[in-house]
Each structure stands twice: as structure tokens, then as C-alpha cells.
């Protein structure tokens, strides 16, 4: 087994020059003032590549489509992020456990050239985050014989 995912926080990948996503020391460090750590700040995302499209799937469940963020920032980079509150304590209330996460979570990509920004595509089913980048079509350079005289 190799140690390069565990030190880099478990990044298939720590070479890809297309991942924002670098390692973090505070990763799972709490994000609220309560002190308890969240889970759900770390989403985990698929990104995968077909001859058509860039295609990414975040796992979001529980959260309306009004709860999460999809924008694309100048330079080609693709930010997905979202918040799921807590549920509202009432003071007649005895919690007996707490398990699921709540808090932030934001993820950006650096996108390559060839993905036209103007024709994505966001579809949130079952909890799953799919956003679909069309890629333009990658022109080959035309090639003119040159006749030889002599």
C-alpha cells in the first residue's frame, strides 16, 4: 500500500496539474465554534472525462437543489459548494445522538481549455450533484503538401 495517499489527504492523483485540490494539515479540523468535526466539509467528487464532455458527481445527500452553488470563476475554474444546517434545537428536546454532519463544504477544479463554459449543465437526483461540461471540439492542424520542384 502506498503512504503518498495518506500524507496527501487521499488524492488518487497528486500530480494532476488540473486538481485544486491540495492537501490540508486541518482538513478535519472543526469548522464550527461547537468544536465537533465535520465530515461533510470534505464532499467527495468524481470527475471523469469522455470523448463529449467533462463530468463531475458530487454525493450531496439530504440537500435541496437551493442549498448548493455551481459557478464557474474566471480562469476556467469550477467551484461547487453548499451548506446543510443544523436542525434547530428546541428546549423540550433530549438529543441522544448526533451523528450526521452538518457545515460548508467547497470544492473547486481548474477546467482545461477546451471545456465551453457557456453550455453547462447542473442535475441534482438522489443526492447526487452531476455537472456536465460540454468540450469543443479540438481542431487538427491543417497539413498543406508542398510541391518540390527540380
Not at 487521499?10 to 468535526?37: H, K, M, Y
Request: no cysteine.
Amino acid at each position: 500500500m502506498s503512504l503518498i495517499p495518506s500524507i496527501f489527504g487521499g488524492r488518487s492523483n497528486i500530480l494532476d496539474p488540473l486538481s485544486l485540490d491540495l492537501w490540508d494539515p486541518f482538513r478535519d479540523v472543526a469548522l464550527s465554534s461547537s468544536g465537533e468535526t465535520s465530515q461533510f466539509a470534505a464532499t467527495r467528487i468524481d470527475w471523469k472525462e469522455s470523448p463529449e464532455a467533462h463530468i463531475f458527481k458530487a454525493d450531496v445527500p439530504g440537500l435541496k437543489k437551493e442549498e448548493v452553488k455551481v459557478e464557474v470563476e474566471e480562469g476556467n475554474v469550477l467551484q461547487i459548494s453548499g451548506e446543510r444546517s443544523r436542525d434547530k434545537e428546541e428546549k423540550n428536546d433530549t438529543w441522544h445522538r448526533l451523528e450526521r454532519s452538518s457545515g460548508k463544504f467547497l470544492r473547486r477544479f481548474r477546467l482545461p481549455e477546451n471545456a465551453k463554459l457557456d453550455q453547462i449543465k447542473a442535475n441534482m437526483e438522489n443526492g447526487v450533484l452531476t455537472v456536465t461540461i460540454p468540450k469543443a471540439e479540438v481542431k487538427k492542424p491543417e497539413v498543406k503538401a508542398i510541391d518540390i520542384s527540380g
